[in-house]
Nanobody, 115 residues
């Protein structure tokens, strides 16, 4: 059974930082790209960042480039999202998933950026 457990969200002021973690299970973690998505209230879920199996290749949405960093630890079946210089518009529920069909989603972790 494929599972994703996200954690690390919270309330932070603009300009602050958070580090999200996602522990995956139920599949061979080091064989798949991993992705972080987010969904803000009233908006569609969007891709934020993805990372290749070895971590060599990463891609980011333009809105988070140079502020967010995705990484992974294949020994721990964990993918991370370091978020710096957070902005109000980063407020959303953040989800991780794997790069295969019907991977599914975890429960997500809420990130709220507010002064």
């Amino acid at each position: 059974q494929v599972q994703f457990v996200e954690s690390g969200g919270g309330l932070v002021q603009p300009g602050g930082s958070l580090r999200l973690s996602c522990v995956a299970s139920g599949f061979t973690f080091n064989m798949y790209y991993m992705r972080w998505h987010r969904q803000a209230p009233g908006k569609e879920r969007e891709l934020v960042a993805e990372i290749s199996t070895t971590g060599f290749h990463v891609n980011y949405a333009d809105s988070v480039k140079d502020r967010f960093t995705i990484s992974r630890d294949n020994d721990k079946n964990t993918v991370y999202l370091q978020m710096n210089n957070l902005k109000l518009e980063d407020t959303a529920v953040y989800y991780c998933t794997a790069g295969f069909r019907n991977a599914g989603w975890g429960q997500g972790t809420q990130v709220t950026v507010s002064s």
